[in-house]
Structure formats: C-alpha cells, structure tokens
C-alpha cells in the first residue's frame, strides 16, 4: 500500500459520495475555518489570554463531544490504549503547544506576515515526510506547491515583488515558524493513527489539548491575564471551540486519510485566499485585480498538487 493510500482514522473506507468521502471539500473547509482563526484571532489580540483561550478552544468541545463519543470511546479503547504515545504525540504538538503558539504569535506579527509563513505548511509537509517516511513526491506536485505558493505571493504582495523587501520578522514570526513546522510534523504523522472513529479521536485529541494547557492557563489568570467578558470574547471563544478545531481538524484528518499528507498540504494555501475575501467581506477592503491573480494561481496550484 503506498503511502497516498494509507489510513489515518475514521469509519473506514466510505462511498466517495457525500462530505465524508469528498476529501477536496473537507481540506477546503478546514482551511476557511483556519483563515477565520486568523482573524478572530487578531481581533482578540490583547483582550484574551492567549493560554486561555487555547485552553477554552479544547475543553469546551471535549465537555459537548463526551456524551457522543462515549459508546465510540469504549470500542475503540483497545485501538486508544496500544497507541497512547502517538495520541500524546499529537495532542501536544497539533494541539496544545500549536494553539498556543497560534494565539501568541498573532499578539505581535502583521496579517502579511502570518500570510507568508503560513505558505511554507506545505513544503514543510513535504520536508517532513521525506525526513521521516522517505515519501516522494510526482514533479507535477512540485509545480502545484511552486504556482500555489505564487498565488499567495500575489495576494500579499500586491504584485509589487519590492513588499516583500520591506517585510520585518519579530518574535511572533518566529513563533509562526516553529508553528508551521509543527504542523508539518503532526500532518506527517496522522498516517500513523489506527482507525477510530472521528468522534473518539477528537475528544480524546481535545482532551489531551485541554489538560497540558489547563496548568498554564490557571498560572496565566493569577498573574493577572484573565479573559475580559465581552460580546467578542463571548463569539470568539465559541467559534474557535468548534469551526477551526473540532470541524477543521476532524476535516483535516479524514482528508489526509482519503489523499495523503502531501496532497493535502496545498490545501493550506487556501488560507491566505480566505483571508482576502474575509477581509472584504466583513472589513471592507475592496477585492483587486492581484487578488483575482492571487486565487487563480493558488486554485490551479493546488489542482495540480492534488490529483492523483
């Protein structure tokens, strides 16, 4: 079996009609729910602890998920139990040390920059799986990653090549990059899950997120961060506890599971495709002629990546 055809979690093997067997939509929504995390959390920026509301974004779902995941739970508890490491694995790098890093790094970086190093997931996927798998990827998926990772250039640019001159990294960038790796790593390594159902390995995946964030939250509210109760904070937290973790994730997974990580990684650059229209959509910015560049580039790109 190769490695496109591996595995990762779920049912097993479903009709390839209806969300759950359509990985193209379920990777493209993950990425839009992912692109409105980037911007709710921008917007929260100073008003949320950033640990909080890492901890809230996965013990919430892991509270509403147990009653349904429970019966899935006890069959699959076999699976869980041989495979604990990898689970922690997981939990702590595409969960609690991502999301936190996801919610520090955006107090201090620009929307252009978290745009740019956003663009580098894929190619760490493919570094990744290479290190760690030794997985090859067709030339024709080298060209999507390349006309995919222009497009979103495009966006961020402008089409003026010179912005990228002007661009300046602080410390958030550097934690936006270390982020990127992780999820580099995570992405590599969800071939490796057995076959749970999507219900068990997210609340256990929440839960494990939510208990290594919690001591670090409490430390975070007596020091004086604490959440400041707003309609905002209210909206905020409840979006990020389901659209970019539960429904993004289990989306993520089941389509790594369906194509593989590496076609799934140009997925990713939708991102910063999303953002530009979110952007006109709810602050008001005008969509341009580098935009309409921006998405065609990134469309075909991933296209190319993405076919079998």
């Known amino acids: 079996m190769s ?3 591996e595995s990762v979690s779920g049912e097993g093997d479903r009709a390839a009609n209806g969300l759950a067997g359509n990985p193209y939509l379920l990777l493209a929504l993950a990425s839009l729910f992912w692109s409105g995390n980037h911007v709710v959390g921008r ?8 640990v909080g ?3 809230a974004r996965w013990l919430l779902p892991a509270i509403v998920l147990w009653p349904f995941a429970k019966p899935h739970l006890e069959r699959d508890w076999p699976l869980i139990k041989s495979h604990w490491r990898l689970l922690l694995f997981l939990g702590i790098t595409g969960g609690a040390i991502f999301t936190v890093g996801q919610y520090v790094g ?3 970086t620009t929307a252009l920059n978290v745009s740019v190093l956003n663009s580098l997931t894929p190619v760490v996927i493919v570094a990744c799986g290479a290190a760690a798998f030794s997985d090859r990827l067709k030339p024709r998926q080298y060209i999507g990653i390349a006309i995919s990772f222009c497009g979103v250039l495009a966006i961020v640019t402008k089409l003026e090549p010179r912005t990228l001159l002007d661009l300046t990294f602080n410390r958030g960038d550097i934690i936006i990059v270390a982020n990127m790796v992780l999820v580099g790593v995570y992405t590599t390594y969800l071939r490796r899950l057995p076959r749970l159902h999507w219900l068990s390995f997210i609340f256990v995946f929440a839960l494990i ?3 290594c964030t919690l001591p670090f939250a409490v430390w975070e509210h ?3 961060y604490r959440f400041q109760l707003t309609s905002l904070t209210a909206f905020a937290v409840l979006y990020v506890a389901i659209f970019p973790s539960v429904i993004s994730y289990a989306g993520y997974t089941r389509g790594i599971e369906l ?3 590496n076609r799934a990684g140009p997925f990713l650059h939708l991102i910063p495709l999303y953002s530009a229209v979110l952007a006109s959509l709810f602050l008001g910015e005008r969509l341009m002629a580098y935009h309409a560049a921006g998405f065609f580039l990134i469309l075909t790109g991933v296209w190319l990546a993405a076919r079998k």
């Open 3 to 5: 490695v496109e055809q």
């Open 106 to 108: 955006l107090q201090y």
């Open 43 to 50: 917007a929260m920026a100073g008003i949320v602890p950033p």
């Open 209 to 211: 997120s939510a208990v």
């Open 222 to 224: 007596l020091s004086g």
């Open 259 to 261: 194509i593989g990580p």
């Open 53 to 55: 509301v890492s901890t």
